[in-house]
């Protein structure tokens, strides 16, 4: 045993709770070789359920993700649900997986899944189990499809190889928020040791209880998302090639259909990226929100078939990047918040063209996160649409457009500069099948005019004024590192003294959502909401520019975006660039001062 009791005893209850064998196994030859330092990894501290659900590398040990850490969390968020729902033994909850697996430990997102779906037909829950790998998004969706209490997916997402998570969606269709996450922490503490018929997961093949939603909901999915498809007969008869790569995730046969419903052929696939892989095989990161070293095989087979336009999902195909192939010959890959633009600008031309009169406008909103472009507030200022910014992450957007929509409202559209698009009001999430459709038509429909993607999204800009963002991060794995760099910051002129320059740039106010303070308010408290278990402080400059420093909620980053914003007219884009680029570097500088703080940059 270790000198350390706290330590001990979260060993024995592990060699007395955990029944998979390769887990068990690996607890015990760490023990006995008296590898402490690991021990200490696996058992040091417990994952935190919070709003993104839990997340973190597949192993042994509380702090990861096994059999047992899923089992104790679904046993938590099955009490909870019991305590909130008195139907819930009617309604039920939806559960789907990705396509990840860790064979060290035997874990995979389908294994967690059914133990999940284990623990709650246990207590009498119905679950609605997908039976093959899903999209992200089809959870939300059958949510709110089938009116049930809940919905849980298995994913990492984008994160690295090893890693897995378990998200949660509540019934109104989005991700959890507070207070649930602090109820469903407070269960799970409650109930830790495995339930009698917990690691039974066998009585997930026998149940009545357990029924396969996956062909019902693609039919109402696929009938779904023609709604959003204005121009049919264009795509049909587009010219235009798309290649379509799911980066060895789940999307590539959901993206095939999601194009077929809309009328095109078939998107050329990247074969050796179209198949599910957890070892991706092809990529470093699996997250085409890293550019061009994500997207190499796309761009070769996009040249060598002459195809024009890339659709790129994450893993779990909740995301899509999207890239073209300029006149010059290179490819562009267009940030988050240029598709942002782009997507904005399509959602509201559709929406007017069946919808022109004035009097429509007061009821439409669109949504982005407070670390995204402005681009959407300013196309709203002009065009008479409503526009909100939210906090960061779709669990605030999803439940602020169900609480619209809830009062008659039409949101049309809402983004995250993280490559995540609602472009629909059937999935309150950001969902990376229905994006690829609409985005495929709208190329389609501006090719036909003999524009391109970049040619439209320079004429947003020159109409709405451009836009310019710059958005990066510095990977940091001490958090006390982390706190005291935004420390500092808050007290850079002495005690509670925000600075009041950056290098040579003036900042004319600060917006600090950790502590609650905001210089530009009357009262100086923000307008959105705080929290102290994150860090996020946003600097604005007098020179228009705008620039957020935030914690990673999954990640061991801290992440900065940078926008400066002018208004229509004659604004030289590439002077605008120049001051951007001249700002981030001093924010680099001055803020993060990475050799000072041992901060590793996004390029390095």
Not at 236 to 252: E, I, N
Not at 534 to 558: D, V, Y
Not at 568 to 577: A, T, W
Not at 580 to 587: G, K, S
Request: neutral net charge.
């Amino acid at each position: 045993m270790t000198t350390n009791d706290d330590l001990d005893r979260a060993i024995v209850q592990w060699l007395e709770w955990d029944k998979n064998p390769k887990t068990l196994a690996e607890v015990r030859r760490q023990n006995c070789q008296g590898n402490f330092d690991q021990l200490e990894t696996y058992f040091g501290s417990r994952m935190l359920f919070g709003t993104a659900g839990i997340r973190s590398a597949m192993g042994p040990g509380f702090s990861c993700m096994n059999d047992l850490t899923v089992i104790q969390t679904t046993q938590g968020l099955c009490r909870y649900l019991e305590k909130t729902f008195s139907d819930v033994k009617n309604r039920g909850v939806v559960i789907g997986f990705d396509a990840r697996a860790h064979t060290p430990s035997g874990s995979s997102s389908r294994r967690f899944a059914q133990y999940a779906a284990t623990v709650l037909i246990s207590q009498g829950i119905p679950v609605y189990l997908f039976s093959q790998i899903t999209p992200t998004p089809f959870v939300p969706f059958t949510v709110s499809e089938l009116k049930l209490c809940a919905g849980i997916m298995v994913t990492a997402s984008h994160n690295p190889k090893q890693d897995n998570g378990y998200k949660v969606y509540w019934d109104n269709g989005a991700q959890i928020i507070s207070p649930h996450d602090v109820e469903i922490a407070n269960a799970i503490d409650e109930n830790v040791e495995p339930w009698p018929e917990s690691w039974n997961y066998k009585i997930v093949d026998r149940s009545p209880l357990v029924k396969d939603p996956l062909e019902n909901m693609k039919k109402k999915y696929f009938q779904s998302i023609q709604k959003y498809c204005f121009y049919r007969d264009i795509n049909k008869r587009t010219k235009l090639k798309f290649v379509h790569t799911s980066v060895h995730g789940v999307g590539h046969e959901f993206v095939q259909t999601a194009m077929k419903s809309f009328g095109f052929a078939p998107p050329l696939a990247v074969p050796e990226q179209k198949d599910p892989d957890p070892e991706f095989p092809t990529v470093k990161y699996p997250n085409p929100e890293e550019g061009k070293e994500v997207l190499t095989l796309s761009f070769a087979l996009a040249d060598k078939e002459g195809a024009a336009v890339i659709l790129a999902n994450d893993p779990d195909a909740d995301r899509l990047a999207v890239a073209e192939k300029l006149e010059c010959g290179v490819w562009k890959v267009f940030s988050g918040n240029e598709l942002g633009a782009l997507l904005g600008w399509w959602q509201f031309t559709c929406w007017k063209k069946q919808n022109p009169e004035p009097s429509g406008l007061k009821n439409v909103y669109m949504l982005s996160s407070t670390v995204s472009s402005k681009i959407l507030q300013a196309i709203a200022l002009k065009e008479g649409f409503h526009f909100e910014e939210t906090l960061t992450g779709f669990k605030w957007m999803g439940n602020k457009a169900k609480e619209l929509i809830d009062k008659g409202n039409k949101v049309l559209f809402a983004f995250e500069e993280a490559i995540g698009y609602m472009a629909t009001e059937f999935v309150l999430d950001k969902d990376g099948v229905s994006a690829a459709a609409i985005v495929a038509e709208m190329a389609s429909f501006l090719a036909c005019k003999n524009i391109t993607l970049n040619g439209q999204l320079k004429a947003i800009y020159e109409e709405y004024g451009y836009h310019i963002t710059k958005a990066s991060y510095f990977i940091c794995h001490d958090p006390k590192t982390t706190e005291k760099m935004f420390a500092n910051l808050r007290n850079y002129n002495g005690t509670n003294q925000y600075p009041k320059t950056c290098g040579k740039f003036e900042i004319s106010d600060i917006r600090d959502l950790t502590t609650g303070y905001d210089s530009s308010q009357p009262n100086k408290k923000p307008v959105l909401p705080t929290s102290q278990s994150s860090q996020m402080i946003t600097f604005t400059f007098k020179n228009g520019c705008a620039a957020t420093l935030r914690t990673s909620g999954t990640e061991p980053k801290i992440k900065y975006y940078v926008e400066i914003r002018a208004p229509p007219g004659n604004s030289d884009p590439e002077k605008l660039k120049e001051e951007l680029n001249d700002l981030v570097n001093a924010l680099v500088e001055y803020f993060f001062q990475p050799e000072k703080n041992g901060l590793t940059s996004q390029s390095n």
